[in-house]
């Protein structure tokens, strides 16, 4: 069964740290890039990150550049997202997604999402 499951969300301080991580079950998506993407309350999903499956390009919205890293684990099944440097205005709900593209349209199968808490 394809299936994304991303962990590693919770509460953090401003200027802390969190490192999520996403895997991929199931064999349809296999080679496929993937991203990150979060929605804040009341806000539109935005596009964080991108990788594509080789772990050759990468994108990053110009907001997260410098303090959030995407990667690839050795099986090519799970990403990951570094963030640090965390800001209030990172507060949202973080998806992994299978697509490539500055747009959540771009991107066709979600996992649940893990909240993001960023204190003040």
């Known amino acids: 069964q394809d299936q994304l499951v991303e962990s590693g969300g919770g509460l953090v301080q401003a200027g802390g740290s969190l490192r999520l991580s996403c895997a991929l079950s199931g064999r349809r998506f296999s080679g496929y890039p993937m991203g990150w993407l979060r929605q804040a309350p009341g806000e539109e999903r935005e596009v964080v990150a991108a990788?594509?499956?080789?772990?050759?390009?990468?994108y990053y919205r110009s907001s997260v550049k410098g303090r959030f890293t995407i990667s690839r684990g050795n099986a090519k099944n799970t990403i990951y997202l570094q963030m640090n440097s965390l800001k209030p205005e990172d507060t949202a709900v973080y998806y992994c997604a299978v697509g490539w593209g500055e747009r959540a349209l771009d991107y066709d199968f979600w996992g649940q999402g893990t909240q993001v808490t960023v204190s003040s």
């Open positions: 990788i594509t499956w080789s772990s050759e390009n990468t």
